[in-house]
C-alpha cells in the first residue's frame, strides 16, 4: 500500500522559511515524479510544485518560483519542499502527492494527509 | 495559464440520483484531463484521468467524458460516500490547474 507521509509543518513568521518533508513507502519511490499541492483554508487546490522522478526536473507555478524548491533523496524516499520568503498567502494545507503514472502526464494519486503550514506574526 | 472554470458551483442531488458536473478549460486540454473528489477533512482522491478511464479502485458509477475544452464528470447513482467537492485538473501543459472545485450535496 503506497504511504505519504508529511512533516515540518507549522507556524513561522512572515518573510521566514520552513521545510516540509514527505516519506514515502509502498512503491518504488525513484521510478515516479512526486509533487506538492497546497489548499488554502476553505480554498481550492493549488498545485506548487513537480519533480521528475530522477530530480532532474523540476516544475513551479509562478505564485512560489524563486521562493520555493522541490527536491528529493531516492536513496532515503523522501521529498521535500523548501519555502522562504513566506507570507500569508502561502497559508495552506499541504499535500504531497504521487505521480499516478510512472511517466507522461502529471495527475496526482495518492496523496498524504496534508501537513498544515500557517504563516503569522 | 489555462484557467479551468467547473459548473454549477453547488449541485444539490437525493441519494441514488445522477449527478452531473461540467468542466470547462480556457484553451484546448486534448484529453489530459483529472477528476478528483475531497470528502471534508480528507485528502482528495484521483477518480479519473486521462479525461475518462478510472482511476484503480473507482466504481464504474463514475465516468467522465468529454475532450478538448469540455468535459463531464458523471455519477450515476450517488451514494453517501459522493457527497463532497469535486475538481477537474488539466495536466496538458505547465502550471498544472485545478478548476474551482464544484461542491455535490444531499438534497
Known amino acids: 500500500e503506497v504511504q505519504l507521509l508529511e512533516s515540518g509543518g507549522g507556524l513561522v513568521q512572515p518573510g521566514g522559511s520552513l521545510r516540509l518533508s514527505c516519506a514515502a513507502s509502498g512503491f518504488t519511490f525513484s521510478n515516479y515524479a512526486m509533487n506538492w499541492v497546497r489548499q488554502a483554508p476553505g480554498k481550492g487546490l493549488e498545485w506548487v510544485s513537480s519533480?521528475?522522478?530522477?530530480?532532474?526536473?523540476?516544475y513551479y507555478p509562478d505564485s512560489v518560483k524563486g521562493r520555493f524548491t522541490i527536491s528529493r533523496d531516492n536513496s532515503n524516499n523522501t521529498l521535500y519542499l523548501q519555502m522562504s520568503s513566506l507570507t500569508a498567502e502561502d497559508t495552506a494545507v499541504y499535500y504531497c502527492?504521487?505521480?499516478?503514472?510512472?511517466?507522461?502526464?502529471?495527475?496526482?494519486?495518492?496523496w498524504g494527509q496534508g501537513i498544515l503550514v500557517t504563516v503569522s506574526s | 495559464e489555462i484557467v479551468m472554470t467547473q459548473s454549477p458551483a453547488t449541485l444539490s442531488v437525493s441519494p441514488g440520483e445522477r449527478a452531473t458536473l461540467s468542466c470547462r478549460a480556457s484553451q484546448s486540454v486534448s484529453s489530459n484531463l483529472a477528476w478528483y473528489r475531497q470528502k471534508p477533512g480528507q485528502a482528495p482522491r484521483l477518480l479519473i484521468y486521462?479525461?475518462?478511464t478510472r482511476a484503480t479502485g473507482i466504481p464504474a458509477r463514475f465516468s467522465g467524458s468529454g475532450s478538448g475544452t469540455e468535459f463531464t464528470l458523471t455519477i450515476s447513482s450517488l451514494q453517501s460516500d459522493d457527497f463532497a467537492v469535486y475538481y477537474c485538473q488539466q495536466y496538458n501543459k505547465w502550471p498544472l490547474t485545478f478548476g474551482q472545485g464544484a461542491k455535490v450535496e444531499i438534497k
Open positions: 486521462g479525461a475518462s
Open positions: 502527492a504521487k505521480n499516478s503514472a510512472p511517466s507522461g502526464g502529471y495527475w496526482f494519486g495518492p
Open positions: 519533480l521528475s522522478a530522477s530530480g532532474d526536473l523540476t
